[in-house]
């Protein structure tokens, strides 16, 4: 049961999900999407990644796979086969640049020898870079920043690609080719690779610790490529620095004291890492405007750092007496959480409406992950209820939405057997 004095706290404060309504606002985000596509700024740069969605994955051919993440470093062998993909040699490690600084030759020394055992079966490289990169023509990445709790130095303007050939050439290992992406291109290759290509537009979707999306159109459509024809590119959206969302008043505390003030509205809107903290500073507000009890409010003033994990567990009704005493405080701290979830779900519902207004393909393709989609149980219920609601229903799309799982790694090896 919802709380009223929650819900009339959040419209206070300018925080209610109901603001939100995709279908309606999806033709502003659409609109910020050509701006980005034709090179006229904004702030969706709509970066291409010359990597293309279409053709055929041979089977039986292996690849070597890397993915850097924002907290382990994995590499293995991939190879497709007619029921699906198998690794093969996968191992990990904790990131190079966690808990003791890095240098970039540190970073790619330890690349080289994680990768050099494989390099006997293989000469093809697909690399999951999930850092902030310009793709080139050549499928390479220039590093723009390594953040994440990861300190590399000496890595901006570095190419990724062109590192870890030089430095596996120097140890004698030559003719290996390369491609860069980041992990939301990787998710919509290894969706599609995993479970096939179909008609319509194909979009990647990352709802975890962070948000992004990416999405398949034609080249002629890319207008600062300057290139004509219809094959397709996948565009990184980089859409968690979308800005055309209101603020509410917690967003722009959380927003003033954040490490990149005035950067990525939209991800400080949707993404996992920030819905545990725009709660406990809600619930402090709440606490200090007298609309809970004195003991709730003495637990409330104890909370460190929550995260998403935590309330999603308090909106399914559990665990809430480490917050709240009563059944009214409970149901207003019920109410606060699930009402960030369900912000989170209309944004990305915006998000992807948005992505099909621009195709104009009648029919979407969404291959989805992260720990909100995957493991969210108030998100994932509201976010598939409000693509049905508004993105079929009210625009008149076809949606398949398909949730995957560890998907990077043949979303790379993907990229190279396509691309190279």
Not at 128 to 151: H, L, N, W
Not at 266 to 282: D, N, Q, S, W
Request: charged share 25%; glycine share 12%.
């Amino acid at each position: 049961m919802k709380s009223d004095r929650a819900v009339q706290f959040l419209k206070k404060h300018g925080m209610e999900p109901a603001a939100i309504e995709p279908a309606r606002d999806a033709e502003l985000m659409r609109a910020e999407m050509e701006r980005g596509l034709a090179g006229l700024g904004g702030s969706l740069p709509m970066i291409p990644t010359y990597l293309s969605d279409t053709g055929c994955i041979s089977k039986g051919e292996y690849v070597a796979v890397i993915d850097a993440g924002g907290t382990n470093f994995r590499c293995g062998l991939v190879c497709f086969t007619d029921d699906g993909y198998q690794v093969e040699e996968l191992r990990k490690w904790k990131m190079p640049g966690i808990g003791k600084p890095a240098t970039w030759a540190e970073f790619i020394s330890f690349a080289a020898d994680a990768i050099q055992p494989l390099m006997t079966r293989t000469d093809k490289i697909g690399f999951c870079f999930s850092y902030s990169a310009d793709i080139t023509p050549e499928m390479d990445g220039i590093v723009q920043r390594i953040d994440k709790e990861v300190v590399i130095s000496g890595c901006e303007g570095q190419l990724v690609g062109a590192s870890l050939l030089q430095e596996l050439e120097r140890r004698g290992i030559t003719g290996k080719k390369i491609v860069i992406l980041n992990d939301t291109v990787a998710v919509l290759l290894g969706g599609l690779a995993s479970t096939g290509t179909e008609d319509g537009c194909a979009i990647g979707q990352v709802s975890g610790t962070g948000t992004n999306t990416c999405c398949a159109l034609p080249e002629r459509r890319i207008g600062k490529l300057g290139r004509s024809g219809d094959r397709h590119m996948i565009v990184n959206l980089e859409s968690g620095m979308y800005d055309g969302i209101r603020q509410g008043d917690f967003d722009r505390m959380l927003d003033a004291e954040s490490n990149d003030p005035g950067r990525k509205h939209f991800e400080k809107l949707t993404a996992g890492v920030y819905l545990g903290e725009l709660c406990r500073r809600m619930l402090r507000a709440a606490s200090d405007e007298g609309l809970l009890g004195v003991e709730s409010a003495e637990k409330i003033r104890e909370l460190g750092w929550i995260d998403s994990a935590v309330i999603d567990a308090w909106s399914m009704g559990e665990d809430l007496d480490q917050v709240c005493s009563g059944e009214e405080d409970a149901a207003f701290v019920r109410t606060l959480c699930e009402a960030m979830f369900e912000r989170s779900a209309r944004c990305m519902c915006l998000n992807l409406a948005a992505i099909a207004l621009l195709s104009g393909e009648e029919k979407v393709r969404i291959c989805a992950e992260g720990s909100l989609v995957q493991k969210g149980r108030f998100y994932r219920p509201m976010l598939e209820k409000l693509i049905r609601e508004e993105i079929e229903e009210k625009l008149g799309v076809q949606v398949q939405f398909t949730v995957g799982s560890e998907t990077t790694l043949p979303g790379s090896a993907a990229a190279a057997l396509l691309n190279l």
